[in-house]
């Protein structure tokens, strides 16, 4: 299971990619989809400290 995109924010564009060995199942997925939004949100936290420092 991989995913990857493109975040606009106000220090510029930047990629992201999440990528795992879990294979794909929608019914996880849709159960899940908390942990692979909590997990974003805090990669996108590390980014934005790693800028300000």
Request: glycine share 6%.
């Amino acid at each position: 299971m991989n995913d990857a995109g493109i975040v606009s924010g106000p220090s510029g564009d930047y990629l992201i990619a999440v990528m795992s060995n879990a294979d794909y199942d929608s019914e996880w997925m849709t159960e899940n989809t908390e942990l692979m939004t909590n997990l974003i949100v805090a990669l996108d936290a590390a980014h934005a400290e790693y800028l300000a420092e």
